[in-house]
């Protein structure tokens, strides 16, 4: 298949990229040459901003796109509508956050709207503004569009640390601070089961709207810690504190412990993935990842996009865990 990926040199993208190469597809990379910019020199790579450089394109044609860059409405629109007479299948890379809060949610539930529908801050109202990009590339192409909304994505090269903050620091060893209850579940996809997923799709000229999450079957925050343990036979030990502890003593969910999100506030959304399970979603095992994001351990920015203001790492800094540890003790 002839591909055109938006985006394709950092994270997602590239995985995305290197699947598609792999299976023997030829693909166009549209970028603004910032990030990684020496990868695949197997692929075509046209440099321009895709606000207003598509056109660089000329009258070509691709059986799918593959938006991975998307964050704001605005842009979106104005790609989707540049190439919908040139592409076969618009596939973008949404996100479950675009659902309003709800115990469950599946395809077919809410979605947010953003307070202000022409911010360009995606920062503040991140699900909202892709809720939005949905219903830009749906509008401009009806009938031949692709939605993929994946949760958290975790793997090699993931220059957010939201995942690899745990393998990394329990691999430091010692006292190890563990947000409770230990029997929450967590949702993660493996960047390069997202891919596979994502490529297979587009081979499937499929169209619709898919969750894609995991992992399968079902992790609990205890046994993840206990996986990142044992694939870094490491000696560290998990001591569990409480939602109201931690909430108490201004810790932000997600932020300062990633993948945390306290029971007062929902937890985590069962995500209904029937429907990606049927299309070919699966997940490797969590040992795997693990493994391999410490394999590959880049950091808060080592990797990131070359766009947008620098990121703080991910988790908490060893001498806030300490006090955190100490006031439990204290408690």
């Given at each position: 298949?002839?591909l055109?990926?938006l985006?394709?040199?950092?994270?997602?993208?590239?995985?995305?990229v290197?699947?598609?190469?792999?299976?023997g597809?030829?693909?166009?990379?549209?970028t603004r040459?910032r990030?990684n910019?020496?990868l695949f020199?197997?692929?075509?790579?046209?440099?321009?901003?895709?606000?207003v450089d598509?056109?660089?394109?000329?009258?070509r044609?691709?059986?799918?796109v593959?938006?991975t860059?998307?964050?704001v409405?605005?842009v979106?629109?104005?790609?989707?509508?540049?190439?919908a007479?040139r592409v076969?299948?618009?596939?973008y890379?949404?996100?479950?956050?675009?659902y309003e809060?709800?115990?469950?949610?599946?395809?077919?539930?809410?979605?947010?709207?953003?307070?202000d529908?022409?911010?360009?801050?995606?920062?503040a109202?991140y699900g909202g503004l892709?809720?939005?990009?949905?219903?830009a590339v749906e509008?401009?192409?009806?009938?031949?569009t692709?939605?993929?909304?994946p949760g958290?994505?975790?793997g090699p090269?993931d220059?957010?640390?939201?995942f690899t903050?745990?393998?990394?620091?329990?691999r430091r060893?010692g006292e190890?601070l563990?947000?409770?209850?230990?029997?929450?579940r967590?949702w993660?996809i493996?960047a390069?089961?997202?891919?596979?997923?994502i490529?297979g799709?587009?081979e499937?000229?499929?169209?619709g709207?898919?969750n894609?999450?995991g992992p399968?079957p079902?992790?609990?925050?205890?046994?993840?810690?206990a996986?990142c343990v044992?694939?870094?036979?490491?000696?560290?030990?998990?001591t569990w504190?409480?939602?109201?502890?931690l909430?108490?003593h201004?810790?932000?969910?997600f932020?300062?412990?990633?993948l945390?999100?306290?029971q007062s506030?929902?937890?985590?959304?069962?995500?209904?993935?029937r429907k990606?399970?049927a299309a070919?979603?699966?997940?490797?095992?969590?040992?795997?990842t693990?493994?391999?994001?410490l394999?590959v351990?880049?950091g808060?920015n080592?990797?990131?996009p070359?766009?947008?203001?620098?990121?703080?790492?991910?988790?908490?800094s060893?001498?806030?865990?300490r006090?955190?540890?100490?006031?439990w003790?204290r408690?």
């Amino acid at each position: 298949m002839q591909l055109l990926v938006l985006g394709g040199t950092a994270f997602v993208g590239r995985h995305i990229v290197a699947q598609s190469l792999d299976r023997g597809h030829d693909v166009t990379l549209f970028t603004r040459g910032r990030t990684n910019p020496g990868l695949f020199p197997d692929a075509e790579h046209v440099v321009g901003d895709r606000a207003v450089d598509l056109r660089l394109l000329g009258a070509r044609k691709f059986d799918a796109v593959i938006d991975t860059c998307g964050y704001v409405p605005r842009v979106v629109r104005l790609s989707a509508g540049v190439l919908a007479d040139r592409v076969e299948t618009y596939l973008y890379v949404s996100t479950v956050s675009v659902y309003e809060d709800a115990p469950t949610v599946d395809e077919s539930s809410a979605t947010r709207r953003p307070s202000d529908p022409d911010s360009d801050d995606v920062a503040a109202d991140y699900g909202g503004l892709k809720a939005l990009c949905e219903l830009a590339v749906e509008a401009a192409i009806p009938d031949r569009t692709l939605i993929v909304r994946p949760g958290l994505v975790v793997g090699p090269h993931d220059y957010t640390g939201r995942f690899t903050y745990w393998p990394a620091r329990i691999r430091r060893s010692g006292e190890v601070l563990a947000p409770g209850p230990r029997d929450t579940r967590v949702w993660f996809i493996d960047a390069r089961d997202l891919a596979m997923f994502i490529v297979g799709l587009v081979e499937q000229r499929a169209r619709g709207v898919y969750n894609a999450v995991g992992p399968t079957p079902a992790i609990t925050m205890e046994a993840l810690l206990a996986e990142c343990v044992a694939a870094t036979e490491s000696d560290a030990r998990l001591t569990w504190v409480t939602d109201g502890f931690l909430l108490a003593h201004g810790v932000s969910p997600f932020t300062d412990l990633p993948l945390w999100l306290p029971q007062s506030d929902g937890g985590h959304p069962d995500v209904d993935i029937r429907k990606g399970l049927a299309a070919g979603l699966s997940s490797r095992p969590v040992e795997s990842t693990v493994r391999d994001v410490l394999a590959v351990e880049v950091g808060g920015n080592g990797d990131g996009p070359g766009w947008g203001p620098p990121r703080p790492p991910a988790g908490l800094s060893p001498e806030r865990e300490r006090g955190l540890l100490e006031a439990w003790r204290r408690r």
